[in-house]
């Protein structure tokens, strides 16, 4: 079956917004669509922040402790959804989702992940929820699902380039103790930020001369719960581009080149993650009954 095939939402860009020197296009739509029926739209998903907070889920280590992977136990009655790049802190270590999942209500799930504290193999209490990985990370994830690369040791190795450019110090080499130490640099990108328009679904985010990512979701309920978070994640990764001065890349041609790839993919199953490429892009999206939950895309 193909995603979208005569229900697709009619995406479009919104005018930029500048935060800072993070541009920031949201991508909109009047559509309020279920390829199924009329009650997705009214279908409850919560975060991971939601429920391991209220104690409605939690993650847990195997076991016997594997490094790529974590269990997911969804206690809510609800759908629980999670991003590609989303981070779990604490246990043995921190690590991050790799692809963008839905653990349906009362169930549990394996959960691919992969380490972002290089210098820590050590229990320090079960797992919270953290921050979101900043678009350079989630480009080498996105990159990992068509390419076979050492993500793990080029994930440490990005880490570790990030401590460096932006001065910034972790004992452990942890991407969470950047975010830490550069907080008050990341609150000034959205401390006057509110939230985009309503039909806003998601957005494409550029700094200096280069397109960050671009992230979206099947409806303005979903994208809203993710928005802050998404936006510090960008803003992380603008600080290092400051000082870049050049023309904007086309963010319309971007998402366009996105939408024409996805109008051609089949699927399969109920609830699947699928791959996205083209010459300009490595992505994937998040489909649940040919409903596209969430979708990240990042430049090549």
Known sequence: MEIGKNTMPDYRLSGPVFLRNLVVYPIQTNNRYSHRDDTFDKLN???????????????????????????????????????????????????????SNLVEAMTSKDIPVVCVEEGRWEEIGGFKTGYCSYPGIRTILSKSRHK???????????INRKLTVTRTQSATSSMHDIYDNLKEEVVRYVEDFQSFNHNTVGFIGIAGNRILGCDFFQSPEIYGKFEHKLLRSYALDAIEYQK?????????????????????????????NIKIKDHGFFGQALVYHDDIIHLSAFPK
């Open 244 to 272: 870049i001065r050049g023309n904007h890349p086309d963010a319309e041609k971007f998402l366009d080149s996105i939408l024409d790839v996805l109008r051609k993919k089949r699927v399969g199953k109920t609830t699947s």
């Open 45 to 99: 998903l919560f975060t991971i922040d939601e429920v391991v907070v209220s104690k409605r889920g939690e993650f847990l280590e195997h076991d016997k402790p594997d490094i790529t992977e974590v269990i997911f136990d969804n206690k809510s009655d609800f759908p629980v959804v999670m991003l590609d790049g989303e981070e779990i802190t604490g246990s043995l270590q921190n690590r991050i989702v790799t692809q």
């Open 148 to 158: 076979k690369i050492n993500t793990q040791q080029i994930i440490w190795k990005e």
